[in-house]
């Protein structure tokens, strides 16, 4: 899979459909039993809950996300087990074979993310799932997993994000995550998305999709956020649940908890109308509190306490921060910061720089913008913090470790996926630059 570029010659839809002909796959089952999770933030942490919920309920469930963090058999699960190896590699061939033929003839190139997609429909196929939830690569327009055919979409949030691709505007880009969704579905929409519902409801009206809203149609409140629990209630339509725990911590997972449950009550409505409402609240309940999604807030190491975020948008930096203060407190943090040289490296800098008088500045393995720009960046925004440069990642670990144990504090790490993870196996032990991303 690697083998192929990224993204492949024009747009996809064509020869990704004739790809899914000719590996048998039923798509008006695909349809079925598909939901899609789009956005800007929050994409992974929504599909995992989704598909919780979904194994809760008694459903043989797929889960198929992007990036993976660790191992590249992340991205393909069933019932919360990645796929092995064994099946990994047959399928991958039997795709790169079928992909082969089709390039020939239509003078195309495929990209990775169509073979990956396919690979996903078919491994749920051979695996008799009942329940899928894809999530979006980028956008939703011209994203493979339009081709799920789903009508029941989540677009989580909206931010300025791939701008080259999705558009200049967060109008444009949030119509083209909309695209995911078949006419005639439901989009349950982030709360951040509310202010363009005007437009979105334009935009929507001639396919026939029905526009839901997150603290609109879908309630969320009483939240509790702690240290030890989030918990928050949530009614929509004739189901309000109570005192619902989510097993991942911020609070912008009330958000992305909503839009999980709301999709699989919409998409059980639909195959099943009538389903036993207990039975649902249940698996709502069940499937939040189980489901465990890496490098969101999480905790790696409790001496001293570090946490890692993935966030690498300017609306999920802002997020992660208030969560952080709002669960350990603003006080006596270290932040280790970087970015990837293909984002906004300076903008998550600055937004980052203020919060912190302890900044240790490094780059990661993979896509890693400069130490010396995150540094810059920095010391712009935040003239009287301390900052340090640490060359690698395993340098950031030594020098970010030694300040917190000599000075009783805490570490977080921030800014961008691949610096969170790697900042992960090296405090592990691991060997961060052997990391293979996608």
């Known amino acids: 899979m690697f083998d192929l570029p990224k993204y492949g010659d024009g747009v996809c839809l064509a020869r990704l459909a004739d790809l899914l002909q000719a590996l048998a796959i039923d798509r008006a089952r695909l349809q079925r039993i598909s939901v899609v999770v789009t956005g800007s933030n929050g994409k992974g942490s929504t599909a995992a809950f989704c598909a919780g919920i979904g194994r809760a309920f008694g459903l043989r469930t797929g889960l198929f996300t992007s990036p993976h963090l660790l191992r590249f058999n992340e991205r393909f699960q069933v019932d919360g087990i990645p796929i092995g190896d064994g099946a990994l590699a047959r399928l991958a061939a039997r795709i790169g074979t079928a992909i082969a ?6 003078g195309q190139q495929f990209g990775a993310f169509e073979a990956l997609f396919a690979l996903a429909c078919l491994y749920f196929q051979e695996t008799d799932c009942d329940f899928a939830v894809f999530e979006a690569g980028i956008g939703g327009r011209y994203d493979p997993v ?25 109008e444009l880009i949030c119509a083209d995550k909309s695209d995911a969704c078949a006419a005639g579905g439901t989009i349950v929409y982030g709360e951040n998305c509310r202010g363009l519902a005007p437009h979105l409801a334009e935009y929507n009206r001639n396919r026939d999709v029905t526009n839901l809203f997150v603290r609109d149609r879908i309630g969320i409140r009483n939240e509790i956020m702690s240290a030890a629990e989030q918990r928050f209630d949530f009614r929509f339509g004739a189901h309000d649940f109570r005192s619902l725990g989510i097993g991942l911590a911020g609070r912008f997972q009330f958000n992305n908890a909503a839009i999980a449950i709301a999709l699989f009550l919409l998409w059980r409505e639909r195959t099943q109308p009538g389903a036993d409402a207990a039975a649902l609240e249940a698996a709502a309940r069940s499937g939040l509190a189980g489901t465990r999604w890496p490098g969101r807030l999480e905790i790696i190491r409790q001496e001293p306490l ?13 997020q992660s921060l208030a969560s952080l203060k709002a669960i350990h407190g603003a006080e006596r943090w270290i932040l280790v910061a970087g970015a990837s040289h293909d984002k906004k490296a300076g903008e998550i800098a600055a937004l980052l720089a203020p919060a912190f008088d302890t900044i240790v500045c490094t780059r990661a393995y993979h896509k890693g913008a400069g130490a010396e720009t995150i540094a810059a960046a920095a010391r712009r925004a935040n003239p009287s913090a301390t900052i340090r440069i640490a060359a690698t990642i395993e340098d950031a670990v030594q020098v970010s470790t030694a300040l917190a144990q000599s000075s009783d504090r805490k570490i977080f ?22 990391l293979r991303f996608f």
């Open 306 to 318: 570090t946490l890692i975020d993935v966030g690498h948008t300017p609306d999920g930096i802002r």
């Open 146 to 170: 339009r081709l799920a055919g789903a009508r029941h979409t989540g677009v989580t949030s909206v931010d300025l994000e791939h701008t080259e691709l999705l558009g200049n505007s967060l």
């Open 413 to 434: 790490v921030a800014g961008g996926l691949f610096l969170a993870i790697e900042y992960a196996v090296a405090v592990g032990g691991g060997r961060a630059q052997e």
């Open 101 to 106: 033929a089709i390039s020939r003839r239509h």
